[in-house]
């Protein structure tokens, strides 16, 4: 048996990871400036985060949702303290296509509507409510077209209004900053519209962080600079470091039921254990400050250089959409400089490290960057 084919691969295998840097299996160093898909949030091999997880599978690896499991009560009482949603609840389930799959659930469960209104170009997973989302028709199966989500394009209140005021929508699903379309940006205008136009209809606002949240744009949800407050928040990626876990925050208004939602694995321990020793290296090394101050050297060298056409984003999450003629930088950074960065179509670099990042790293790439130029 072989693996079934997914992705085109480079013929790169990284066998150790510490910090932001890499090494392959022959020994030749990399640093890692996409963190396998914004994941890697507090660098790889944390010592810290590798003795927790260690110390839990010394105890105990797994048990079912059947009893009392204190660290994800611990996990929820933290992740409401940091992120400034102490009165939400949370959801536990194992990647960002599961939670928002679980958030678009809920809010049909709670306004007994259908419909899901989504952006244009968004990217919300890979299960069967959440690629219906996904503006993608490529990653979609027949299976997938039931008719009941529709697209309006990001930052159009005029269409986003139309659709809304038809009351026939569940819920209204956005992303904190569009990551796989190549780092878009909702407007905090547009997001203050969005949750009252929400309000007066009885349709739930969905802000899907899966990418966007945990620190990485320099605050914890990429949507707080608004001053919204969604009804339904969901996280995964950076929230274990590697480790699969996804959540769904759920605001006290929004009932609950036994059975209404459930996983095996969510919630298990060694996620949760992941998950709280991330939550303390981000407070104990003030990585969402550093996130804001390293993504400020990386403005400064980038936004202005000969080879961007735009420099898109916030902080750690960075989209440069390159001039005409340097579609084949992204391999040379790699081959030639051994900077790991990751894309969106064949003139977008994305730029997402580890919240650890030094400003010296920063400064590192920007030289190698020029150099290739």
């Given at each position: 048996?072989?693996?079934?084919?997914?992705?085109?691969?480079?013929?790169?295998?990284?066998?150790?990871?510490?910090?932001?840097?890499?090494?392959?299996?022959?020994?030749?160093?990399?640093?890692?400036?996409?963190?396998?898909?914004?994941?890697?949030?507090?660098?790889?091999?944390?010592?810290?985060?590798?003795?927790?997880?260690?110390?839990?599978?010394?105890?105990?690896?797994?048990?079912?949702?059947?009893?009392?499991?204190?660290?994800?009560?611990?996990?929820?009482?933290?992740?409401?303290?940091?992120?400034?949603?102490?009165?939400?609840?949370?959801?536990?389930?194992n990647s960002g296509a599961e939670a928002n799959e679980n958030a678009m659930k809920l809010a049909s469960f709670q306004t007994s509507r259908e419909k899901i209104l989504a952006f244009r170009k968004a990217f919300h997973g890979r299960t069967s409510?959440?690629?219906?989302?996904?503006?993608?028709?490529?990653?979609?199966?027949?299976?997938?077209?039931?008719?009941?989500?529709?697209?309006?394009?990001?930052?159009?209140?005029?269409?986003?209004?139309?659709?809304?005021?038809?009351?026939?929508?569940?819920?209204?699903?956005?992303?904190?900053?569009?990551?796989?379309?190549?780092?878009?940006?909702?407007?905090?205008?547009?997001?203050?519209?969005?949750?009252?136009?929400?309000?007066?209809?009885?349709?739930?606002?969905?802000?899907?962080?899966?990418?966007s949240g945990y620190g990485r744009t320099g605050h914890f949800f990429a949507h707080q600079p608004s001053g919204i407050r969604p009804d339904i928040i969901t996280t995964a990626k950076g929230m274990g470091n590697g480790f699969p876990i996804g959540?769904?925050?759920?605001?006290?208004?929004?009932?609950?039921?036994?059975?209404?939602?459930?996983?095996t694995f969510g919630g298990n321990h060694l996620a949760c254990t992941a998950a709280l020793a991330v939550l303390d290296i981000i407070e104990n090394e003030h990585l969402i400050e550093n996130a804001a101050r390293v993504g400020d050297v990386f403005?400064?060298?980038?936004?202005?250089?000969?080879?961007?056409?735009?420099?898109?984003?916030?902080?750690?999450?960075?989209?440069?959409?390159?001039?005409?003629?340097?579609?084949?930088?992204?391999?040379?950074?790699?081959?030639?400089?051994?900077?790991?960065?990751?894309?969106?179509?064949?003139?977008?670099?994305?730029?997402?490290?580890?919240?650890?990042?030094?400003?010296?790293?920063?400064?590192?790439?920007?030289?190698?960057?020029?150099?290739?130029?």
């Amino acid at each position: 048996m072989e693996p079934f084919k997914t992705y085109k691969l480079w013929d790169i295998e990284p066998v150790r990871g510490l910090d932001t840097k890499l090494w392959d299996s022959l020994g030749v160093e990399y640093t890692d400036l996409y963190g396998g898909h914004a994941v890697i949030s507090v660098g790889h091999c944390h010592p810290y985060y590798v003795e927790k997880i260690s110390e839990q599978l010394h105890r105990l690896g797994f048990y079912s949702n059947a009893v009392q499991n204190s660290l994800q009560k611990d996990l929820a009482r933290r992740l409401g303290e940091v992120s400034g949603y102490a009165d939400y609840s949370l959801f536990l389930c194992n990647s960002g296509a599961e939670a928002n799959e679980n958030a678009m659930k809920l809010a049909s469960f709670q306004t007994s509507r259908e419909k899901i209104l989504a952006f244009r170009k968004a990217f919300h997973g890979r299960t069967s409510g959440a690629v219906e989302a996904t503006d993608n028709p490529k990653i979609q199966a027949p299976f997938n077209h039931s008719g009941k989500v529709t697209f309006v394009p990001l930052n159009d209140l005029g269409s986003a209004e139309k659709e809304i005021r038809t009351k026939t929508y569940a819920g209204v699903i956005v992303e904190g900053i569009q990551g796989v379309a190549g780092i878009h940006s909702p407007t905090d205008a547009f997001l203050k519209e969005l949750e009252k136009l929400c309000r007066e209809t009885g349709t739930l606002l969905i802000l899907d962080e899966v990418q966007s949240g945990y620190g990485r744009t320099g605050h914890f949800f990429a949507h707080q600079p608004s001053g919204i407050r969604p009804d339904i928040i969901t996280t995964a990626k950076g929230m274990g470091n590697g480790f699969p876990i996804g959540g769904v925050l759920i605001a006290p208004d929004i009932r609950s039921e036994y059975g209404m939602l459930g996983t095996t694995f969510g919630g298990n321990h060694l996620a949760c254990t992941a998950a709280l020793a991330v939550l303390d290296i981000i407070e104990n090394e003030h990585l969402i400050e550093n996130a804001a101050r390293v993504g400020d050297v990386f403005k400064a060298g980038l936004s202005s250089n000969k080879a961007v056409l735009e420099y898109r984003g916030r902080g750690l999450m960075i989209g440069l959409e390159l001039q005409e003629g340097y579609s084949g930088l992204r391999d040379r950074l790699l081959f030639e400089k051994h900077y790991f960065t990751g894309a969106a179509g064949p003139s977008v670099i994305r730029l997402l490290p580890s919240l650890t990042i030094s400003p010296e790293t920063a400064k590192e790439f920007i030289k190698s960057w020029n150099e290739l130029i």
